[in-house]
């Protein structure tokens, strides 16, 4: 079974730093696709940034951007210009190349001060 | 488009008691997957409808179940409902065929008392 694991129970940074968010991940799979989730307080959990397995160039979405390590197992989230409204959980995801069942990390409690 | 919908937002029920909440994909989006979500436990996969068919199951007892109408909307039903349950429950859609990212609702959060 597939398991998402993310060390980093809870980060703070400063507005306009950088910040990285850990996570790991263990399959036998090849293909794959690993997901980076943000939940807001009281509010929905949004998509920020998606990486499929098989492609080597980490993905890159304004600020966010993810460094994969496939064989190392590893997929961090870099956040740049941190801003207030990042203020979130964010949680790691994995999703299985052909089944839709994703499974989630413990997530990390990301607060950006002012 | 309108993003995926829930009802009720909320909802208190007694133990011992059933529930059903209802999940609006977005539309043209065939696949729908529900998740529970508890500060002890996180985020656990409960079970995901594609064609008004079950296409995968997490690892609940048989107490959730659910359903997928012909429209895409979906229902998940708790019976004999236990303290235990009383969680966060998120519904998500993809647009079916490929596995792809999925796209959450609010969520329904129940109580149970």
């Known amino acids: 079974a597939q398991t998402v694991t993310q060390s980093q129970p809870e980060m703070s940074v400063q507005e306009a730093e950088t910040v990285t968010l850990s996570c790991t991940y263990d399959?036998?799979?090849?293909?794959?696709?690993l997901f980076w989730y943000k939940q807001p307080p009281s509010r929905q959990m949004i998509l920020v940034i998606r990486q499929e397995a098989y492609k080597q160039q980490n993905a890159t979405e304004n600020r966010f951007s993810v460094n994969f390590q496939k064989a190392a197992k590893s997929f961090s989230l870099k956040i740049s210009d941190s801003q207030l409204g990042d203020t979130a959980m964010y949680f790691c995801a994995f999703m299985n190349w052909n089944n839709n069942d994703m499974r989630f990390g413990a997530g990390t409690r990301l607060t950006v001060k002012p | 488009k309108a993003g995926v919908t829930q009802t009720p937002r909320y909802l208190i029920k007694t133990r011992g008691q059933q529930v059903t909440l209802s999940c609006s994909p977005i539309s043209g989006h065939r696949s729908v997957s529900w998740y529970q979500q508890t500060p002890g436990q996180g985020l656990q996969f409960l079970f995901e409808y594609f064609s008004e068919t079950q296409r995968n199951k997490g690892n609940f007892p048989g107490r959730f179940s659910g359903r997928q109408f012909s429209n895409s909307r979906s229902e998940m039903n708790v019976s004999t409902l236990e303290l235990g349950d009383s969680a966060l429950y998120l519904c998500?859609?993809?647009?079916?065929?490929?596995?792809?990212?999925?796209?959450f609702g609010p969520g329904t959060r129940l109580t149970v008392t």
């Open positions: 998500a859609s993809s647009p079916g065929g490929r596995p792809s990212e999925q796209y």
């Open positions: 399959t036998s799979e090849n293909n794959y696709y």
